[in-house]
């Protein structure tokens, strides 16, 4: 079974605050995923990247940056949170594209007070 | 660009009837459809995918038939359990980096 972990599970900050989200797979897959899930709106793409140094923008990227320092880590930062940022955020990976089963980590709850 | 609608935002049954969550798409490339299944305080996780054109697929007791005439790939069930009650979202890949999801539907099953 494909193995897909966030940390932490619950984190609150301040607006404005500083926050930086992990995620480590150890799939040796190559494509890995940030999504965030708001009731109502679905899973929305955030950022995504097919291999260690590199990053694509996805649907909902502003307030957001990611970065991809190996094939395993991949993490997602918040330098000025706000409250539009409170959601529930998910890591994924694939083998090799959106085609291929995406494979989720456990969540990050996030709220920004 | 590529969308997927969900109409169903709730769906309430009692265990052992049958159901079905719509899933309606659009797209311009030739699609790829998936659905996932989200249980509480869990993760999102595969359920099944499509294959070709007018052709059942089936994992776990639950089918869908892609309808590339309608655009529809529709979750059905015969008889639910309570173990079905879950967060059910539709997907559709570009075959390429973008997974795009529908709303999804919450299915709630009782006694």
Known sequence: EAAVTQSPRNKVTVTGGNVTLSCRQTNSHNYMYWYRQDTGHGLRLIHYSYGAGNLQIGDVPDGYKATRTTQEDFFLLLELASPSQTSLYFCASSERDSAETLYFGSGTRLTVL | ?111
């Open chain 2, 1 to 111: 660009g590529d969308s997927v609608t969900q109409t169903e935002g709730l769906v309430t049954l009692t265990k052992g009837l049958p159901v079905m969550l719509n899933c309606t798409y659009q797209t311009t490339y030739s699609p790829f459809l998936f659905w996932y299944v989200q249980h509480l305080n869990e993760a999102p996780k595969l359920l099944l995918k499509s294959s070709t054109d007018n052709k059942r697929t089936e994992h776990q007791g639950f089918y869908a038939t892609l309808h590339k005439s309608s655009s529809s790939f529709h979750l059905q069930k015969s008889s639910v359990q309570l173990s079905d009650s879950a967060l059910y979202f539709c997907a559709l890949s570009d075959l390429g980096y973008k997974l795009t999801f529908g709303t999804g539907t919450s299915l709630l099953v009782d006694p």
